[in-house]
């Protein structure tokens, strides 16, 4: 049975960057500017106030950790009010380098692991957007001791660092999302796997892209009439049935076509195209460009890393004389 929460995981390929320690004490605020980056920080000990643009402001204490799949504007606090200092997260101080807010000597009111990570898949907008904004989790132990690993990992230069560190970070993923797959989670995958019906029909369409699916054959998976699956779809995903099937067809497809290992036909059956010219028409409708162009340019990207934008590099594999180095969540 096919597990579409690892798929997108998988498919997503995060890879780490950094992870530092943030702590504050007396009246201190921060508003950084959107980062676009998927960002985390776990409470270690105290108490302070995060308002992410978008939603509700929330207090976070001891044993809270925040998952930012793409990095809003946000603005973190103590307690007191205090005028928010303004930055710009990719402007800040190097990896491993501790931060203090606030009142610089005496005890801290609270100490956070925060840090950022990338996606290296060519199609993390598309699956970005198909999950919350924002993952608010409260106490949860297995979420708490991969922080303290991650933590631990990034402030060490151990032999294996970036593999472990990777590595962490998809189980951080996988944890989060785990976590925060409930009803009343804003419309999206993660909404639509709490819901057994229509959990079922993702399967489905996960396990199975090249199948000819239709409406009425992933109904009758979800065990459902026709017009109630449809209504049921779009209010759990936010996206029509055969939306998110082109949506996972496609993703699956810019994946394959990365690699660079297969014909083009080959692909194209695999995503349930019956010939290479029908899914290139497909293709460059929803992607913007055929998919001989889109593998050569992905493979451009892959073996000329001089090329990859720099802001979607991390530091350490930067060349040259130092340049902006980004911060994480809270900094």
Same mark, same amino acid.
Not at 44 to 61: D, H, K, S, W
Not at 142 to 164: D, I, M
């Given at each position: ?37 998927? &960002? ?14 978008? /939603? ?7 044993? !809270? ?22 930055? !710009? ?19 801290? !009111? ?29 106490? !949860? ?10 933590? /631990? ?15 962490? +970070? ?52 979800? &065990? ?46 695999? +995503? ?19 998919? &001989? ?5 992905? /493979? ?15 530091? /350490? ?15």
């Amino acid at each position: 049975m096919a597990d579409p929460l690892a798929q997108v995981i998988a498919l997503l390929r995060p890879r780490a960057v950094f992870s530092k320690g943030i702590s504050g004490a007396g009246r201190w605020a921060v508003n950084y500017t959107a980062f676009g980056h998927p &960002g985390f920080c776990a409470v270690i000990e105290g108490r302070c106030r995060l308002v992410v643009a978008g /939603e509700m402001p929330v207090t976070l204490e001891q044993g !809270d950790f925040v998952l930012l799949p793409a990095t809003p504007a946000f603005t973190m606090s103590g307690l007191e009010p205090a005028t928010p200092k303004r930055i !710009d997260p990719h402007e800040m101080l190097s990896p491993g380098e501790d931060i203090r807010h606030g009142r610089a000597d005496g005890p801290a !009111d609270v100490r956070l692991q925060g840090g950022y990570f990338l996606f290296d898949s060519p199609d993390a907008g598309l699956i970005v957007s198909l999950l919350p904004s924002m993952i608010h989790i409260h106490g !949860d132990e297995r979420l708490a001791t991969l922080v303290r690993l991650f933590g /631990e990992e990034a402030s060490a230069q151990r032999p294996g660092r970036e593999f472990v560190l990777t590595h962490l +970070v998809e189980l951080l993923l996988v944890e989060s999302l785990r976590a925060s797959s409930r009803k009343d989670t804003p419309p999206g995958l993660l909404r639509g796997l709490a819901d057994a019906r229509i959990a079922a029909a993702l399967r489905q369409m996960h396990g199975d892209p090249k199948r000819p699916w239709t409406v009425d054959a992933l109904a009758k998976t979800a &065990g459902m009439s026709r017009s109630a699956f449809f209504d049921r779809f779009v209010r759990m995903v936010g996206l029509r049935p055969m939306e998110y099937l082109v949506a996972w067809r496609m993703a699956v497809a810019k994946d394959l076509l990365r690699g660079d290992t297969l014909a083009l036909d080959e692909v194209a059956s695999r +995503v349930g195209y019956g010939s290479a010219s029908t899914f290139s028409t497909a293709f460059s409708r929803h992607v913007g460009q055929p998919p &001989g162009r889109f593998a050569r340019t992905s /493979e451009r990207l892959d073996f000329e890393p001089e090329r990859v934008r720099k802001a979607d590099r991390p530091p /350490e594999l930067m060349r040259g004389k130092p340049r902006r180095r980004m911060s994480p969540p809270g900094a």
